[in-house]
């Protein structure tokens, strides 16, 4: 008698086939995040405020072209949306003979003051000045607000828990905890 040949049939387990089930859909979720990822990066590095388009930097930096120059300011612009202060005229501040930059060398305004310089032309002589007095403003002037004239104007840039940013007799005030943003933002009304 001939024996009917039987091909061999590799008997797949359950566990089998639920080990490759689940290594396909590892593998796809890998796949599709990594897709994803790159998407998501180039959006995150991009942000249009007021129509003006921001890219970010390598040194996370957010820059955008004007006309005539480049701005580049620190924070996310995104995150200046919801900062709300009223228009702030800095060219009544550029009428100035001289403006009194006033800090406190305690707070934490390294970032701030850099962004003002850096973003904020003022063409009168700024001199730097304490708004209180302390032990690391013995060779600063002490100047506030109530020291701005028609010819001498107070730029008051203070830490603090209170967040206010407005322009009156000549003096600019910028408090809060967050200076680098309202700088920026007071930067941005200018463009």
Avoid: H
Wanted: with cysteine.
């Amino acid at each position: 008698m001939k024996r009917k040949y039987k091909p061999k049939v590799s008997k797949i387990t359950k566990q089998q086939k639920l080990t490759g089930i689940l290594g396909l859909f590892i593998i796809s979720i890998m796949v599709l995040s990594a897709l994803n990822f790159y998407d998501t990066s180039e959006k995150d590095n991009e942000y249009t405020y007021q129509g003006k388009k921001f890219i970010r930097t390598e040194n996370n930096l957010w820059t955008t072209y004007l006309p005539n120059k480049q701005l580049t300011i620190i924070s996310n612009p995104k995150d200046l949306e919801n900062i709300s202060i009223n228009y702030i005229p800095l060219n009544i501040l550029n009428s100035m003979q001289k403006i009194y930059l006033s800090i406190n060398p305690k707070d934490r305004n390294q970032e701030a003051l850099y962004e003002l310089k850096r973003n904020i032309p003022l063409s009168p002589l700024v001199v730097t000045a304490c708004y209180e007095d302390n032990e690391l403003c013995t060779e600063l002037p002490l100047k506030s607000c109530e020291d701005a004239t028609d010819n001498i104007g107070v730029i008051l840039l203070k830490e603090s828990n209170l967040t206010k940013v407005e322009f009156k007799n000549n003096c600019l005030t910028i408090q809060g905890k967050e200076l680098v943003k309202l700088v920026d933002k007071i930067t941005l009304q200018q463009i």
